[in-house]
């Protein structure tokens, strides 16, 4: 199985360039808070560079996935590639706030690629 990311829109959509908003849609993230999890794969990845000023992302631990899961009362579908296709998951903001600007890149900021510590921020938004 290949590693899973997670995506979560920071910004929202006030002022976004057209094709940079319909990147985000495609992906599912209509809303500010939303959050979807990817296959790692290259396709992916060359969307999320065009949107990178727009969400923050990460390798996603199977522990924090099932508490999405469980967050939103969702099973895992029967899809083994990747079994949480198709769905958005409509987060709280993050408790105590952001620790940072959410217009500059991390770690000074709250946008980009967080690597493994995407899992802290998702938990304190569930």
Known sequence: MTMMIAVVRIRGSVGTRTDVEDALIQMGLKEQHSCVVVPQIPSYLGVLRKVKDYVTWGVVGEDVAKKLLVAKKLKHSDDKTNPYKGLV?????????????IKTPYPRGELGDRKNTIGELIERMI
């Open 89 to 101: 998951f409509h987060l709280a903001p993050p408790r105590k706030g952001f620790k940072n600007s």
